[in-house]
Nanobody
Framework: VQLVESGGGLVQPGGSLRLSCVAS?????????MGWHRQAPGKQRELVAA???????TYNDSVKGRFTISRDNAKKMVYLQMSNLRPEDTAVYYC????????????WGQGTQVTVSS
């Protein structure tokens, strides 16, 4: 599956952004676990949020209550609504995917930069 992100940019602390990711190359999008990861300079890539085949979701503790992941299987889209952004949210955000039952995310987008700064 191929993934393309959009929606990054520069935002002030306390602001909001919505990231979008469109998938292609599969007719079984609904069978994929979709995630958003991020990587800040000098840090390891970390999982921010994931949405499962059952539509259950999981979040990194650092974004709970501020970020919301959602998916539209008909459009093969996954979104990350980010609110109350903080400078520490600054990172490159990657859309990711793994087929149901696979242990690791193995498909990645090219990344989109999110910068939170006044």
């Amino acid at each position: 599956v191929q993934l393309v992100e959009s929606g990054g940019g520069l935002v002030q602390p306390g602001g909001s952004l919505r990231l979008s990711c469109v998938a292609s190359g599969t007719n079984r999008f609904s069978m994929y676990v979709m995630g958003w990861h991020r990587q800040a300079p000098g840090k390891q890539r970390e999982l921010v949020a994931a949405t499962y085949v059952s539509s259950a979701t999981t979040y990194n503790d650092s974004v709970k209550g501020r970020f919301t992941i959602s998916r539209d299987n008909a459009k093969k889209m996954v979104y990350l609504q980010m609110s109350n952004l903080r400078p520490e949210d600054t990172a490159v955000y990657y859309c990711s995917a793994k087929f149901r039952g696979e242990p690791d995310f193995d498909s990645w987008g090219q990344g989109t930069q999110v910068t939170v700064s006044s």
